[in-house]
């Protein structure tokens, strides 16, 4: 009787740990099978933004559309963690392409991620830019830190808050594996 209880007991609480541990994380935070740098790798597209609980995705599409490659480099020498973002946006009234490269990192017992959105180049216009782009909460010559809300291979959920109190929810969704 008495080793019945605590099989019963063990059971209950392996149950209560996987609920409960398994909220950010697909595989759970505890339990995770996959390191966040095999999850997060890849292409992604912003499929959702919203500032203070308006959906502005639209805007973004309309004015930056950018794509983020996450790659963990684990085949280099170097083993850093390289973001790479691109697509269109305006500049004085003009269509233009961007491309950058920086690095990202995981914080906060990777509850947060770091992107650098550093360096970057512009194409379509003739003289050097170096004015920050973009769409908060991506603008270039910035670094931004996100709270992870989700992680699984094919989705990346992130809160920012700004310093004026603007909250931002970006939903990004993988497009391809790198």
Same mark, same amino acid.
């Given at each position: ?6 099989? &019963?007991?063990? *059971? ?7 609920? @409960? !541990?398994?909220?950010? #994380?697909? %595989? ?19 499929v959702y ?9 639209q805007n ?12 963990? &480099?684990?085949? *280099? ?7 790479? @973002? !691109?697509?269109?946006? #305006?500049? %004085? ?43 908060n909460p ?41």
């Amino acid at each position: 009787m008495k080793t019945k209880s605590i099989k &019963n007991i063990f *059971t209950l609480a392996l149950i209560l740990f996987i609920a @409960f !541990g398994c909220g950010r #994380y697909e %595989d759970g935070p505890c339990i995770s099978f996959r390191s966040v740098l095999d999850r997060i790798e890849g292409e992604y597209e912003v499929v959702y933004l919203s500032k203070n609980d308006i959906d502005i995705t639209q805007n973004w599409k309309d004015s930056c559309d950018w794509h983020f490659y996450f790659d963990d &480099n684990e085949n *280099t020498p170097q083993k850093e963690q390289m973001l790479d @973002f !691109g697509g269109k946006c #305006y500049i %004085d009234d003009s269509l233009v392409q961007i491309i950058g490269e920086d690095m990202y990192t995981f914080d906060n017992n990777k509850k947060e991620l770091y992107l650098g959105l550093f360096g970057y180049y512009v194409f379509g216009i003739n003289s050097y830019q170096s004015d920050s782009i973009g769409m908060n909460p991506f603008i270039t010559g910035s670094a931004r830190f996100f709270d992870i809300i989700k992680l699984t291979p094919t989705d990346l959920w992130l809160k920012k808050v700004e310093t004026n109190g603007d909250e931002y929810i970006v939903k990004l969704k993988q497009i391809s594996e790198l």
